[in-house]
């Protein structure tokens, strides 16, 4: 089991900062549903008729890939799904809010590709909420960048928007230029792992500025969807590359399994 270092001083004070800026905000702009505007209690919650249509993920997951396992009762001790237990994704551990599909794909593809940059705000919240057990021992937020031309056509990139939000809610800083893409990638939906896996060798760098920083750190990876999570390791390829202690992953929505299974 990973020892919990104690947070430092600085921490602290960024949490009572985020607290007081969330409060502020609240107070300016009325709490609404994102999904129906509905109002709600605070900033970030879903309304009561829209929750049935997420599929949050709740317990019991793999230790791993935090995909929810269909198993009552787990034996003491962390657990794996089978497709972990076989082949450990290279990253620690990841987390999401809700598996993808249904309202969640709705809202996380409105931030994606429809200029709705203000939901970055409540999704980033209820990612906090999800990630908190990873957000406790991080150093670091690293969004999964864009490359440069689909940066310029999209005008900004969900998951840095994302670690903002994020950083904000843990107190945790956000380094939204530390990693680079170094080549446009085809899209990744329609390809199998494997080729997914080909396509992005030697895709992501670390920004020469960042890599004394990065080394050592704890940092969790910030992105809007993980899929089959090649993406998410090609990533901590580079991270690990620059001297990272440990990488983890947290994601708004994550494609659901095939089946859940207990390892």
């Known amino acids: 089991m990973r020892a919990t270092a104690p947070s430092p001083p600085w921490r602290a004070l960024a949490r009572s900062g985020a607290h007081i800026a969330r409060l502020a905000i609240d107070a300016l702009i009325p709490p609404s ?9 605070a900033q970030g919650l879903i309304c009561p008729a829209c929750f049935p249509l997420f599929r949050p ?21 962390p657990v794996l799904c089978p497709s972990c237990a076989s082949r450990r994704p290279l990253f620690g551990r990841a987390r999401a809010v ?10 996380v593809l409105r931030l994606k590709y429809a200029d709705r940059e203000d939901l970055a705000l409540p999704i980033g919240r209820l990612m906090a909420r999800a990630g908190e057990e990873l957000l ?17 056509a999209r ?27 170094t080549r446009a990638t085809p899209p990744l ?8 896996e080909a396509s992005l060798i030697d895709a992501f760098v670390v920004a020469p500025r960042w890599r004394a920083r990065i080394a050592g750190r704890r940092v969790v990876l910030i992105d809007d969807v993980l ?28 494609t659901p399994p095939p089946r859940a299974t207990l390892a």
Do not use: M
């Open 33 to 41: 549903c994102p999904v129906c505007g509905s109002p709600v209690a």
């Open 189 to 196: 939906a329609d390809l199998s792992r494997e080729e997914r």
């Open 155 to 181: 005008r900004y990139n969900q998951a840095a928007l994302l670690a903002h939000v994020i950083a904000r809610a843990s107190g945790v800083p956000a380094a939204v230029d530390a990693l680079r893409r």
């Open 136 to 152: 406790r021992e991080a150093d670091l937020l690293i969004p999964v960048p864009l490359h440069l031309r689909r940066l310029v």
């Open 57 to 77: 993920i709740v317990p019991p997951l793999c230790n791993a890939c935090g995909l929810p396992l269909a198993v009552a009762e787990l034996p003491s001790g």
């Open 98 to 107: 809700w598996l993808y599909g249904g309202a969640a794909k709705d809202l």
């Open 227 to 254: 899929t089959s999570g090649a993406t998410a390791e090609a990533c901590t390829d580079a991270l690990f590359s620059a001297g990272a202690a440990s990488v983890d992953v947290l994601a708004a929505a994550r």
